[in-house]
């Protein structure tokens, strides 16, 4: 398995696909837009929804980023229905990275969006609302650690609820302030170079949570975004960073060993949650 998902990923770094079917859906305060991946049959299948990054999810020609069509034509491939979805163009924004005071919450705006996405994908047909997974990347981690808190906003205790989450390189820093407890399964991937989402603050929070609540894998010499499918480690000194003097810059890029880890670890702890 190992081989082909590095096989796999290292195509991708060479050749980008668009797919997906454009969807819109409700959402709290504006009409969410997303990409949907749907494998072949009938089902019903499980389903995963897909938080992006503060860089947003699209490349400049309007399809989602090599990295983020990666994973969700992985987990098609493996039988999920897939949604990427989109937090920030029906807001008006093409990324939060650099701004001062972030537009668009990962603790109160995108955890109301995957709920609205969770009640969406639970509704269509060939989806089983009982298997409806949810990953994030770096912002959208930190939505997913809000997503599946016990007084997370957009919740209703009448409604479809999450089977387990993944969070990779999440900001830990805000949670690891109180006590936390996950309400689903919880693993989180960080990177031991990380200095935008320092991996301390997510082992603190996994440390001080409930036995078996918070799985965490830190792997050594990996920066932010050390997943992607493309690019090099490079510094961005235009983003904002508490976690560094003067508030800005941070080196992202990928880390192939940790990459292919990660993806066989990630896919591997969700299909376990289903057995």
């Known amino acids: 398995m ?125 989806v089983d609302p009982r298997r409806i997974d949810l990953i994030g990347w770096s912002n959208g981690g930190s939505a997913v650690l809000h997503t599946v808190k016990a007084d997370s906003p957009g919740w209703q205790e009448a409604g479809p609820r999450f089977r387990a989450a993944v969070a990779f390189y999440p900001g830990c820093a805000d949670i690891a302030r109180a006590p936390y407890r996950p309400t689903v399964p919880l693993l989180i991937q960080a990177g031991g170079a990380d200095d935008w989402t320092p991996a301390r603050h997510c082992e603190a929070v996994a440390a001080a949570a409930p036995a078996g609540s918070i799985e965490i894998d830190v792997y050594p010499g990996a920066h932010h975004s050390f997943d992607r499918v493309d690019g090099r480690v490079r510094e961005r000194p235009e983003v904002r960073n508490p976690n560094r003097p003067g508030g800005r810059g941070a080196t992202v890029g990928p880390h192939p060993e940790a990459r292919e880890k990660a993806i066989a670890r990630a896919t591997a702890w969700l299909e376990a949650r289903g057995r």
């Open 2 to 126: 190992k081989q082909a998902l590095a096989a796999l990923a290292l195509s991708w770094a060479a050749t980008v696909h668009a797919g997906g079917e454009p969807v819109r859906l409700p959402g709290p305060d504006v009409e969410l837009s997303g990409r949907l991946y749907q494998p072949a049959g009938k089902g019903p299948f499980p389903a995963i929804v897909m938080l992006h990054g503060c860089s947003g999810m699209w490349r400049k020609d309007g399809e989602p980023t090599a990295s983020y069509a990666f994973w969700a034509e992985h987990f098609r491939d493996r039988g999920y229905v897939a949604l990427l979805l989109d937090s920030f163009g029906p807001r008006g924004e093409k990324e939060i990275c650099t701004q001062a005071h972030r537009r668009v919450s990962p603790a109160t705006d995108r955890p109301r969006d995957a709920h609205a996405a969770l009640a969406w994908l639970a509704a269509r047909p060939g």
